[in-house]
């Protein structure tokens, strides 16, 4: 008998590791999952959703946001009109990718700080380490 979760509960989608294949029973209590082909393997904490996973493949789809979080690896700490220099976009452009990073769950980046610069206000942003292994 399969069980399924509680209704709300959204049930994740796992992939065996060695074969690929998405036939895939739910864990038992050691948390073991078996895919179709017979393949053991242990359920991973870095298992997300396949809504989670959709997600953040449409935060990490657009060029721009990737060269985005490269920027991060060299400096902790970066304002938009910084990355639009280093990878040659407009201000603009990198603010609007900036911003659905940090709205995405989890958020890639999070907010550090206000600097005013010539009337206005200089956001700075650094990465999450919830979301990101820096």
Same mark, same amino acid.
């Given at each position: ?28 209590? #050691? ?40 920027? +991060? ?22 603010? +609007? ?24 206000? #200089?956001?700075? +942003? ?9």
């Amino acid at each position: 008998m399969r069980l399924l979760p509680p209704r709300g509960v959204p049930r994740m989608k796992v992939i065996c590791p060695q074969c690929a294949t998405k036939d895939v029973t739910e864990p038992g209590a #050691k948390k073991r999952f078996v895919c179709a082909a017979g393949h053991e393997f242990e359920a991973d904490e870095g298992l997300i959703s396949l809504s989670q996973a959709l997600v953040l493949g449409k935060a990490l789809g657009h060029p721009i946001r990737r060269k985005a979080l490269l920027q +991060y690896e060299q400096t902790r700490e970066l304002a938009a009109d910084d990355i639009a220099k280093a990878i040659g976009e407009p201000v603009g452009n990198v603010a +609007y990718h900036m911003k659905v990073l940090r709205e995405c769950k989890p958020p890639f980046l999070l907010f550090t700080r206000d600097e005013a610069v010539r009337g206005a206000l #200089k956001k700075f +942003y650094r990465l999450n380490p919830n979301a990101i292994a820096h």
